[in-house]
């Protein structure tokens, strides 16, 4: 009896480091930010969107998070130089949630970027971003640019809720 609990214990604890080893495999085939990682790569990227006066782009970036069981995708907007990569600092991010449908980055002019959206849990957002955030503007800000930043829900009523409060179904 002692011989197969031993036999049965040695398989138990190879399957288990098997299924953490397959675990830590899977979570690294993800694109997503890592510590060693910088820069989204530009397959992360969603959308990239040329300010009119083209000296600044509006980035969409899917960052999925959490694996393939119990994950999610966050759906992150930034403002970079012209054909600069997205760096991956929260203090760039403008605009962060999940779920988010129907996404779509619009320059209305120089100063002002709209985020539509059909649906939207937003988990963080500002309205304001300036050039000072991925440049130096000098020690005065003498050189600073601003861009507001707005949402626009495609429904003029709810976007994550309906009416009786429920959630949305993502489509």
Known sequence: MQSILKVW???VRKSAICAGIAFCLLAGCKETASPDRKEFSTSAEQMRVTS????LDAVLVRDPY???IGGGVNWNVYIVAKGAPVVIT????????DPFTGG???WKRDHLLEI???IAHIEEFRNLWGLHEVEDVGPKGERD?????RLAPTS???SILTPDGAFRRKN
């Open 90 to 97: 929260a203090a760039h991010e403008i605009f962060q949630a």
């Open 156 to 158: 003029g009523d709810f």
């Open 52 to 55: 009119p006066n083209g000296q």
């Open 104 to 106: 779509n980055l619009i």
């Open 9 to 11: 214990f040695a398989a």
């Open 116 to 118: 539509h959206y059909d």
């Open 145 to 149: 640019y601003e861009v507001e930043i």
């Open 66 to 68: 959490g694996g393939a």
